[in-house]
C-alpha cells in the first residue's frame, strides 16, 4: 500500500497526536480507510464510540494502550487490536516515546477524518480540554456542529462526555444556533 506524498498530516496539540489518512483496503480486498498516527508521549483520545465502523489497530513502533468496553490494555510494537463496531473505545501512549501506529477503518466514512481534522482545529484553538470537553461559547457552538455533522459515524462516551441522554437533548438546539450564526463543520479556521 503507498501514501500519497501529499497526503496532509493533521496536528492536534491537546490530544498530542499527528494523523495522515490514505484511501486503502483492508485484509479482504474491500475499501478501508488507512490512519497513520504518531501518537506523542502523553497523548490519546478520550473514549468514544463508532456505531457501524471497526477500527484495527496495529502497533509499529513503540507501545500504546487500548481501551475497549472497560479494560485497557497494553500492545507492544507488531500487536494488532481490534476494535468492533459499536465498542467504547479508547487509545493513549503512557510510555516515553512516540508511538507509531496504523488503523484501518471499514467501512470506509469519509466523516472519520473530517471529524478528527474539526478537533484538531478546536485544540489548535485551545477551544477543548485534554478529555474532549468543549471551552468556552465557540469552542461548545463548534462541538455541538461536529456532533451534529458526524454523530452517525461517532458517538462521544460517557465519562467525560455528558450523558449520551443529555448529549440528544441539547445538542441539536446549540448545533442550530450555531449554523445560524455561520458556524459549520469543516470551517473552524
Given at each position: 500500500?503507498?501514501v500519497?506524498?501529499?497526503?496532509q498530516?493533521v496536528?492536534d ?10 484511501e486503502?483496503?483492508?485484509e479482504?480486498?474491500?475499501p478501508?480507510?488507512?490512519?497513520e498516527m ?5 497523548g490519546g483520545?478520550p ?9 484495527r489497530f496495529t502497533?509499529?513502533?513503540?507501545r500504546?494502550?487500548?481501551l ?7 500492545a507492544d510494537?507488531g500487536a494488532?487490536v481490534?476494535?468492533p ?5 479508547a487509545?493513549r ?5 512516540v508511538?507509531?501506529?496504523?488503523c484501518?477503518?471499514t467501512p470506509p466514512?469519509p466523516?472519520?477524518e473530517?471529524?478528527l481534522t ?8 485551545g477551544r477543548i480540554?485534554?478529555r474532549g470537553?468543549?471551552?468556552?461559547v465557540?469552542g461548545?457552538?463548534q462541538?455541538?456542529?461536529m456532533?451534529d ?6 458517538e462521544?462516551?460517557f465519562?467525560?462526555?455528558p450523558?449520551r ?5 441539547l445538542?441539536p438546539?446549540?448545533?442550530?444556533l450555531?449554523k ?5 463543520a469543516?470551517q473552524?479556521d
Open positions: 500500500m503507498s500519497s506524498a501529499d497526503a498530516i496536528h496539540p491537546v490530544f498530542r497526536h499527528r494523523l495522515r489518512f490514505t486503502t483496503t483492508d479482504r480486498g474491500a478501508a480507510v488507512l490512519c504518531w501518537v506523542d508521549p502523553g483520545v473514549p468514544h464510540v463508532h456505531p457501524r465502523m471497526e477500527e502497533v509499529m513502533e513503540g500504546m494502550e487500548f475497549a468496553g472497560r479494560r485497557w490494555s497494553g510494537a494488532t481490534v476494535v463496531p459499536g465498542t467504547r473505545h487509545y501512549n503512557s510510555g516515553d516515546t508511538a507509531y501506529t496504523r484501518i477503518a466514512d466523516a472519520l473530517g471529524f474539526d478537533a484538531a482545529v478546536l485544540s489548535r484553538n480540554t485534554r470537553i468543549p471551552k468556552g465557540t461548545w457552538l462541538g455541538a456542529v456532533l455533522t458526524y454523530g452517525e459515524m461517532v462521544m462516551s465519562p467525560p462526555a450523558p441522554a443529555l448529549q440528544r437533548l445538542m438546539p446549540l448545533a442550530r450555531a445560524r450564526r455561520g458556524i459549520r469543516g473552524f
